[in-house]
C-alpha cells in the first residue's frame, strides 16, 4: 500500500508570510493527490486535489499544490496566510483506498 | 441528511466492553471508510467498503476489530473487548463512485470519540 511522508510537525508563521508544506509519498502506481484540513474542532475537509493534467494545482482560499512526479512530491503553498489558516493540514493518496499522512500543524501569529 | 453522520459522537466505556460505532454515509455515496485518528496523528486507515463488501481491510489492527455494511448504505464498526489503546476518535468518510471510476474526493463526518477506562 502506499504511505505519505509530511516533513513539517509543526509550522508557525506570522501573517503575510508565505508558506510551504512538503508531502512525499511512496507508491509505484497511478494515485490521486489531496491535501485536506482540519481546522479546531471541525471536521476534515478537502483543500485541493490532483488527478491528471495540469500539476500546479489551485484549491479553496489562495491555495496551490505542484505535483512533481519525478520527486513524488505534492507540496502545498500560500503566498501570504492569514491568521484563519491556523489548522491542521494533511496531505493524502489514494490508490484504491486514501492513505493520510501524520499532518502539519500551521499556527499563524496575528 | 446532507452530510456523513456519525453517532455516537462520544462514547466512553470500560476496558473490556464491546463498543459499535455507526455512519450513515451521504446519499447515494457507494465507498465508504473507517479511519482511527489519534492525538497529533493522521487519520489511520482501517477499512475501506465498495458496496456490501469490504474492498479493503488490511488497516484493522486486529480481530477484535470488525465493520458491516449489510445493505450497502450505514456501516458499524465493532470492537470487542476494548483496551486503553482503543481510545482515539474514528473517523467515517463516503465518496462517489461511478462507471468504475471513484472520483476520489472523501467526505468525512465529524467523528466518534471513544474513550476507554
Known amino acids: 500500500a502506499q504511505s505519505v511522508s509530511q516533513h513539517n510537525h509543526h509550522v508557525i508563521l506570522s501573517e503575510a508570510a508565505s508558506l510551504e508544506l512538503g508531502c512525499n509519498y511512496s507508491y509505484g502506481g497511478t494515485v490521486n493527490l489531496f491535501w485536506y484540513v482540519q481546522y479546531p474542532g471541525q471536521h476534515l475537509q478537502l483543500l485541493l486535489k490532483?488527478?491528471?493534467?495540469?500539476?500546479l494545482v489551485k484549491g479553496i482560499k489562495g491555495f496551490e499544490a505542484e505535483f512533481i512526479k519525478s520527486k513524488f512530491s505534492f507540496n502545498l503553498r500560500k503566498p501570504s496566510v492569514q491568521w484563519s489558516d491556523t489548522a491542521e493540514y494533511f496531505c493524502?493518496?489514494?490508490?484504491?483506498?486514501?492513505?493520510f499522512g501524520a499532518g502539519t500543524r500551521l499556527t499563524v501569529k496575528p | 441528511g446532507a452530510g456523513v453522520s456519525q453517532t455516537p459522537s462520544n462514547k466512553v466505556t470500560e476496558k473490556g466492553k464491546y463498543v459499535e460505532l455507526r455512519c450513515d454515509p451521504i446519499?447515494?455515496?457507494?465507498?465508504l471508510y473507517w479511519y482511527r485518528q489519534s492525538l497529533g496523528q493522521g487519520p489511520e486507515f482501517l477499512i475501506y467498503?465498495?458496496?456490501?463488501?469490504?474492498?479493503?481491510d488490511s488497516g484493522l489492527p486486529n480481530d477484535r476489530f470488525f465493520a458491516v455494511r449489510p445493505e450497502g448504505s450505514v456501516s458499524t464498526l465493532k470492537i470487542q473487548r476494548t483496551e486503553r489503546g482503543d481510545s482515539a476518535v474514528y473517523l467515517c468518510a463516503s465518496s462517489f463512485f461511478s462507471s468504475g471510476r471513484n472520483t476520489g474526493e472523501l467526505f468525512f463526518g465529524e467523528g466518534s470519540r471513544l474513550t476507554v477506562l
Open positions: 493524502a493518496v489514494k490508490s484504491n483506498d486514501m492513505r
Open positions: 467498503f465498495q458496496g456490501t463488501g469490504a474492498a479493503d
Open positions: 446519499s447515494g455515496h457507494t465507498a
Open positions: 490532483y488527478f491528471s493534467g495540469d500539476p
